[in-house]
Structures are given as structure tokens and as C-alpha cells.
């Protein structure tokens, strides 16, 4: 008798559960939709100031290797912005029962590691610049660390949180 009532009250729970979940979901999801689009200045600003580096550099060697940054920052402001909202979409139940979407969490958590070297990288050219490229370089380091920066936060935001079966999900998207 007492696992019956055991089990219909854990039942009960889980049935009622999803439905406060939502509700507080919803609260979080519309705050979350203003974010996702506030870190796309900085690699736009970073972008900028990239080009204008490579413009007055003669060293064609390190116009590439800026070029194809500039390049790499341009898909992965593409593919976080995206892998940001279908996080963000989730549905709240789903997200409760089984955990937020690890997928994407891993494709943004690569492209945070990518604009970390990307940034060690601007600042070894940084070093071999001439001293009007430095405050180019300097900006576009700051505007990408503030990027990377944004990009935790939110990634945290949106991993945070209780789900029944997400160790699961977890161990099984690894």
C-alpha cells in the first residue's frame, strides 16, 4: 500500500511539475531573446577594426591570417547566434525532464574556445604591428574578449537549471 501511494504521489509530481516549469520558463525565455542579439556589435566592432588594420598593413602574410579571422568571427557570430535561439526555444517541459539541448552548448562552447585563441593570436600580431595598427588591434581584442565573455554568461543561463533525466542526457550526448 505505501508504494502504491509512493508512486502516485511521485506522479503526481511529475505531471504538475512541467506545468510551473512553463510558467517560469516563459518569464526567463523573454529576457533571454533580448541577449542573444547584444554580443553581435562587438564582432561587428571587432570586424571593423580588423579591416582597418588590414588596409594600412603591408605584410601580406598577416592581412591573411586577419582576413580569415575576420571570416572565422563572421560564422561563428552566425552559428552561436543560432545554436543560442534553438537552446533558447526549447520547450520548457522537454528541458525538465531531459536537460537543456547539449548539442548546441558544445558548438557554442567551441566557438568561445575558438575566439579565446583568436584573441591570443591578435595579440602575438599585436606585437609585430606597427604602433598605429596597435589600437585597432587593441579594440577588436577587447570587443572579442567582451564577445567571449557574453557568450559564457548566456550559455550559463541557459544550462542552469533542474531536469529529471539530464545526467542522463548528458551522459548520453557524450
Known sequence: MKKVITVSAMALLVLTTPTSVLAQG????????QQSGAGARGIETAAQNLNRVTE????????????????????????????????NQRNQAVKFMIGPDYKNAGQVRSDVVGLRNDIRN???IKEESLPADVGDIQGA???LQVEANE??????????????FGWLAKLLAN
Open 26 to 33: 516563459s518569464q526567463r525565455g523573454q529576457g533571454g531573446q
Open 151 to 164: 557568450l559564457e554568461t548566456q550559455l550559463a543561463d541557459q544550462l542552469s537549471g533542474f531536469s529529471l
Open 141 to 143: 581584442i577587447d570587443e
Open 56 to 87: 594600412r598593413n603591408n605584410n601580406p602574410e598577416i592581412g591573411e591570417q586577419i582576413r580569415s579571422m575576420v571570416q572565422n568571427h563572421e560564422k561563428v557570430q552566425t552559428r552561436t547566434k543560432t545554436a543560442l535561439h534553438q537552446m
Open 122 to 124: 591578435l595579440e602575438q
